[in-house]
């Protein structure tokens, strides 16, 4: 059965930091991509960082470059998202997805292709 729970969240200052884990069981072994979205009411779910839990490309949307960080656990089964130098307009619910097999995209992660989701977990930034 796959799983996955963020957590994490919660309600800081601009230019704080906050660590969010995804907790994932059940997808990758053998290898997954794994990746973090967001999404405000009315707008698209975006793509904030995505990767391979082997090796290859990282991905980072423009507006997080140089603040956010995703890394992965020795176990595999812990994605991390560290986020850095926190904007009010990063304030977001933010959701941990993954995808058996090979990571790639088009200019940016699509949601369409991840198959299994958290419940998301919220992050509110005040300036």
């Known amino acids: 059965q796959v799983q996955l729970a963020e957590s994490g969240g919660g309600s800081v200052q601009a230019g704080e930091s906050l660590r969010l884990s995804c907790a994932i069981s059940?997808?990758?072994?053998?290898?997954?991509?794994v990746a973090w979205f967001r999404q405000v009411p009315g707008k698209e779910r975006e793509g904030v960082a995505a990767?391979?839990?082997?090796?290859?490309?990282?991905y980072y949307g423009d507006s997080v470059k140089g603040r956010f960080t995703i890394s992965i656990d020795d176990t595999k089964e812990t994605v991390f998202l560290q986020m850095n130098r926190l904007k009010p307009e990063d304030t977001a619910t933010y959701y941990c997805?993954?995808?058996?097999?090979?990571?790639?995209?088009?200019?940016?992660?699509?949601?369409?292709?991840?198959?299994?989701w958290g419940r998301g977990t919220q992050v509110t930034v005040s300036s």
């Open positions: 990767r391979h839990t082997g090796l290859g490309s990282i």
């Open positions: 997805a993954a995808q058996r097999g090979s990571c790639w995209w088009v200019g940016s992660p699509s949601s369409d292709r991840f198959d299994y």
């Open positions: 059940g997808v990758t072994s053998g290898g997954a991509c």
